[in-house]
């Protein structure tokens, strides 16, 4: 697997077109987290650096193809003194395959605070590393993710409330260090975001196949964060029907701040033939 560096490193083709890199992949489509990852590099360059994103709302079109690079295109909506507002879609083969629409807030403002707790977990050196335990499906999957070290609350360890439908925490972070430049642990966040999300809808329905893939996501980064470091991804899936499920987010760091929420809505059809089948 390539490294995250690399992955959100777009090339400038010309004003305001960006192209993302292609990297071996064993998935049928184009990871939605690197597609995700470079539109939002993509609009961050055309912001000046005393802005911060701080929301991004992502729709997936049609699956990438993993052997192509995408072009991006950005649209400078609006620039304002306080808010700057971008839009970027993605391209292969002529046809948009995602577009998002970025916030991004001058980094100077002040006002009130509060959040939520963050929710009893294990820490996440009390979880094993399951990298070397998976099954041969799973291994196909989390090669993609080599460079990520992901650790699942096991149920037996998982604090519910009784209120929710599904639940489920990971702790995550990114393997190796990265630079100390914000832009990177944001992107890398956001490429991490897409992992293991939909999976929560799976919860209630263990012995399902569905046919997944993400349909739109959205984002809020609300404190600053290192993605090299650990974070507990608190998930939630509150409904699911119609093939479709929702599914939210809240990440936190060690020190229990709460740094990103996301919310993303994923296909999750049964009844087809082929669930892998990336046609919708």
């Known amino acids: 697997m390539a490294a995250i560096e690399d992955i959100l490193q ?3 083709i010309d004003n305001d077109i960006y192209r993302g890199g292609a990297f071996p992949s064993r998935l049928q489509r184009t ?3 690197q597609v995700a990852g470079q539109a939002l590099m993509s609009a961050t360059r055309t912001v000046s650096e005393e802005f911060d994103v701080h929301s991004l ?3 997936f079109l049609r699956p990438g193809d993993p ?3 995408a072009v991006f295109l950005v649209d400078r909506i609006r620039d304002g003194r306080s808010f700057v507002t971008r839009r970027v879609t993605g391209v292969q083969n002529g046809e948009a395959i995602f577009t998002m629409s970025a916030s991004f807030h001058v980094r100077t ?8 707790r963050m ?6 050196d009390e979880l094993a590393d399951r990298s070397e335990e ?9 090669q993609e993710w080599r460079n990520f070290d992901l650790r699942i609350v096991p149920a037996d360890k998982l604090v519910t409330s009784p209120y929710f439908a599904a639940q489920q925490r990971v702790w995550f972070r990114y393997r190796h260090p990265l630079p100390d430049d914000t832009v990177f642990h944001v992107g890398t ?3 991490m975001s897409d992992m293991t999300l939909i999976g929560s809808s799976r919860v209630p329905h263990p012995d399902s196949k569905p046919q997944v893939a993400s349909l739109d996501h959205a984002m809020w980064f609300m404190r600053p964060f290192r993605a090299d470091d650990w974070l507990l991804y608190d998930q939630t899936s509150p409904s699911a029907g119609a093939g479709r499920s929702l599914t939210q987010g809240r990440i936190f760091d060690l020190q229990g701040r709460l740094v990103a929420a996301v919310t993303q809505e994923g296909l999750t059809r049964t009844g087809r033939r082929d669930p892998a089948r990336t046609d919708r």
């Open 189 to 191: 966040l956001a490429y």
């Open 57 to 59: 709302h992502g729709y």
């Open 31 to 33: 990871f939605g987290g």
């Open 109 to 116: 403002d002040e006002g009130y605070e509060h959040q939520d």
């Open 119 to 124: 929710p009893p977990a294990p820490r996440p």
């Open 67 to 69: 052997d192509r690079p």
């Open 134 to 142: 998976l099954s041969e499906s799973e291994r196909a999957v989390f």
């Open 10 to 12: 777009v090339e400038q």
